[in-house]
């Protein structure tokens, strides 16, 4: 199971209100719901803003296909230290 990080947030009435309905309609808890919101909110942050994305072609390794033989370039390097 992963594990979860408890977080405080505050509510105003009718987002504590409409929460707690939709939690009994559904038969979930209200911290559930929250967590499905979050994972919505960011199934749809485009891939772009994500800073790992800014990684991407920031050094260049010389392969132009390294991205589908990486497992035969690792294979050549251990071959390459064994020697």
């Known amino acids: 199971m992963l594990s979860k990080h408890p977080i405080q947030i505050y509510l105003d009435d009718r987002q504590d209100r409409t929460l707690r309905r939709l ?16 994972d919505m909110l960011l199934a749809q942050t485009p891939v772009e803003k994500d800073p790992a994305y800014q990684l991407i072609g920031l050094i260049s390794s010389g392969l132009h296909n390294l991205a589908e033989e990486h497992d035969e370039y690792i294979v050549q390097e251990i071959e390459k230290e064994g020697k």
């Open 23 to 38: 939690a009994e309609e559904n038969k979930s808890s209200i911290s559930a719901l929250i967590r499905r919101a979050i």
